[in-house]
């Protein structure tokens, strides 16, 4: 009785939403955060969030805008209830960290109009110890057999004043953007993650998990701080089509008091269902090199002619590379055919089951599996999506053939421009790259491609909601603004871009960077705003399972030292922490090899020097290490040519030694920590 008073007292002193009455409530298993779901006079439905007793989300309303009915959203009643805990440690396949522990206690609240038609729904909260993830769960139903959904209702209230890092929504560039930071009240539409920090320092992340049959979620902001679904439109008149029974992806919200509880949560990963694949063995996670970095340099073309890239003696010359310096993958984008001519959004030319003719598919793949070394696949779309669907089944089943266990697939076209070929009279629709099509689209591939034993890589992709976790051959994927932009873009990529990229982008999932550029120079001599330790240490702070070696193989030669520790540096992790940072600032993170005993750190810093202590609390007790410490060289900066300042050393530490990191602006240090034998 207390805990219901004290939920009406508070809904009475929130503005927006008065008169109501609380009707459910559940707790984290540490208790500090509550969920508390009201309903006021009108029967609307609203839930809120608190933190140790204070407010984190305050009164946010929850329904459905209908196309074919009239909205969900008034005149409900609490129809029963129920509640349960669960607690495991679940294993990845491969991933930041090895074991996963998945606790938190769940609410299921169903819900009835009280009127003539009494359609159902229910919502169901999973409150854990990092925050809320929360669905609608429809039930099938004869007053509701198809819901043709507008719009969520669902909101959002963030009750601190805060500060915001995010990125725009339905802008012609997809996720490629630097982030904005600015005050939550500046927020335009943005696309999740988004990041807040309030005033008194706590850490928010709104975003989504298990996006499967439907659209993506972005966030309109409304009057204050209110933060409202935005689902990303469809071909039709509703962004959402779905038959009952169905429920909606998991809506997010990460909490923690410093920036390394986001950077440290797995709760995305929890809210995804296991593994439905079986045994995934076959995919190793690996570096990588290729044709890539020459063709954003304009040295190298995916189109056929005097500069072609993919050439028989050309990716002969990669996997030499390869073989000679441990890397397990080559990628060489161009070697089908479809390129020549005008590609770009006009992917209808590509044939993904044929190569050009100066490039030997079946006897490069052979010359790489006596070296140690497999071929990565590429499939450019060009955005001809079922164009690619008819005949990506035949190209798995080749790559298969021929030990092709990995491929990058691309979506080129400006936003919203996605070619979907209607089945019944073969007129082109256009669906955005977020939308319940592709959504759907991007399933498909990683089931076919399982089946044929191939990992999936994909560029210009959906967003990552953890279905890596059901799905582990979606191994990595782009989904923002990467090193290319360092090649051509104006303005390259800012030193604040990467660093924020840990506490937005990477809380998604795993990003295909392509880091390693160690020349540090883009196409037409622009300069990466980048010290050379620091192309190193994103290896470390930015995952992925598989990771490029990005540049030319004779800048790698040129540059020795530092491209010693890209061979060196581990891709699969049993552990993983944020040992320091703030977000948008700078972030240091420590990993621990899979399956081994080396530790690495990658620390990066935005445009500011500063000093950072690297605690090595992590460390074996009792045991001595050897540190190969990256470093940015006295006065580097991440202009000019002290953007090459560059040392590397060695000292030996122990569990409860401080490394005193000077980074430069722009800057970083990676470390490699080995166990001494003696």
């Known amino acids: 009785m207390k805990t219901l008073k004290f939920g009406i ?53 929850l329904g459905f805008i209908l196309r074919n009915d009239r909205q969900l959203l008034r005149n409900l009643k609490i129809d029963g209830q ?30 009835a109009e009280k009127d003539r038609d009494q359609r159902r729904f229910s919502m169901v909260f999973r409150v854990f110890d990092d925050g809320v993830g929360f669905r609608y769960d429809v039930p099938k139903q004869p007053n509701l057999a198809e819901a043709q959904i507008v719009q969520e209702l669902t909101e959002f209230a963030v009750a601190r004043p805060s ?11 997809r996720e490629e953007y630097l982030y904005n930071r600015t005050a ?33 979620m972005n966030l309109a902001k409304g009057k204050g701080q209110l933060l409202h679904a935005s689902l990303t439109p469809g071909s039709g008149a509703a962004a959402v089509v779905r038959s009952t029974p169905f429920h909606t992806p998991w809506r997010t919200i990460q909490i923690g008091d410093r920036a390394a509880d986001l950077v440290e949560s797995s709760l995305i990963l929890n809210l995804n269902e296991p593994n439905a694949l079986g045994d995934t063995s076959w995919f190793k996670p690996h570096k990588y090199v290729g ?25 002969k010359r990669y996997i030499d590379f390869a073989a000679a310096n441990g890397f397990r993958g080559v990628l060489v984008e161009g070697w089908n055919v479809g390129w020549d001519g005008d590609w770009f959004a006009n992917g209808w030319d590509f044939d993904f089951r044929k190569a050009t003719n100066d490039y030997d598919l079946r006897g490069l793949a052979a010359y790489a599996k006596a070296k140690g070394v497999h071929l990565i696949g590429h499939h450019e779309t060009g955005c001809a999506v079922s164009h690619y669907e008819r005949q990506m089944d035949d190209a798995f089943a080749l790559f298969d053939t021929l030990g092709i266990d990995a491929v990058k697939t691309g979506y080129v076209c400006d936003a919203g421009q996605i070619e979907r070929q209607d089945v019944a009279n073969g007129s082109v629709l256009r669906e955005w790259h977020e939308g319940q099509w592709m959504s759907n689209h991007h399933l498909r591939v990683v089931r076919d491609a399982a089946k044929h034993r191939v990992a999936i890589n994909a560029h210009e992709p959906i967003k990552d909601t953890g279905l890596r ?30 660093v924020t990229l840990v506490y937005t982008r990477m809380l998604a999932g795993p990003m295909d960077y392509t880091p390693g550029v160690v020349s540090l120079t883009g196409k037409n001599g622009q300069e990466i705003g980048s010290t050379l330790a620091r192309q190193l ?33 581990a891709v699969d992790w049993d552990e993983s922490h944020l040992i320091a940072g703030e977000v948008g600032e700078y972030a240091a993170i420590a990993r621990k090899q899979r399956g081994g005993a080396d530790w690495f750190i990658g620390a990066i810093n935005d445009r500011h020097v500063r000093s950072v202590p690297l605690k090595l609390d992590f460390l074996d007790a009792g045991t001595r290490y050897r540190a190969e410490i990256y470093r940015d060289g006295e006065g580097a900066d991440w202009k000019g040519a002290a953007r090459f300042r560059f040392v590397r050393e060695e000292r030996t530490v122990v569990r409860g030694d401080v490394l005193d990191a000077w980074l430069a602006g722009g800057g970083g240090i990676a470390v490699r920590l080995v166990p001494l034998t003696r």
Not at 163 to 168: E, H, K, L
Not at 185 to 212: C, F, N, Y
Not at 475 to 493: C, I, K
Request: proline share 6%; charged share 20%; net charge negative.
């Open 9 to 61: 007292l508070l809904a009475l002193a929130l503005p927006g939403f008065v008169h109501a009455e609380q009707v459910a409530q559940a707790a984290s298993p540490d208790g500090r955060i509550v969920v508390q779901l009201d309903l006021n006079g009108e029967g609307r439905l609203a839930y809120r969030v608190l933190r140790d007793g204070k407010p984190v989300i305050s009164d946010s309303r």
């Open 82 to 111: 129920s509640s349960r805990s669960f607690d495991e440690t679940w294993e990845q396949p491969w991933g930041e960290r090895r074991f996963v522990r998945n606790r938190y206690n769940e609410l299921r609240a169903d819900f």
């Open 163 to 173: 500060t915001a890092w995010w990125i725009p929504a339905y802008q012609w560039n």
């Open 184 to 216: 939550l009240s500046q927020v335009g539409v943005a696309q999740t993650p988004i990041t807040l920090r309030a005033d008194d320092g706590l850490h928010v992340t709104v975003h989504e998990a298990a996006l499967v049959d439907y659209a993506g």
């Open 291 to 315: 044709v890539w970095w020459s063709l954003h340099l304009d040295k190298e073309t995916w189109a056929t002619g005097p500069k072609h890239g993919a050439t028989t003696a050309n990716t």
């Open 469 to 498: 976790r059901t799905y582990p051959n979606w191994v990595s994927r782009e989904g923002a603004r990467g090193q290319e932009f360092n090649a051509w873009g104006d303005p390259p990529n800012t030193p604040e871009h990467e």
């Open 537 to 569: 240490a994103l290896y470390v702070a930015l995952y992925s399972p598989i990771q490029m070696a990005a540049d030319l193989p004779e800048h790698y030669a040129q540059h020795s030292e530092a491209f010693r520790f890209i061979k060196d540096v």
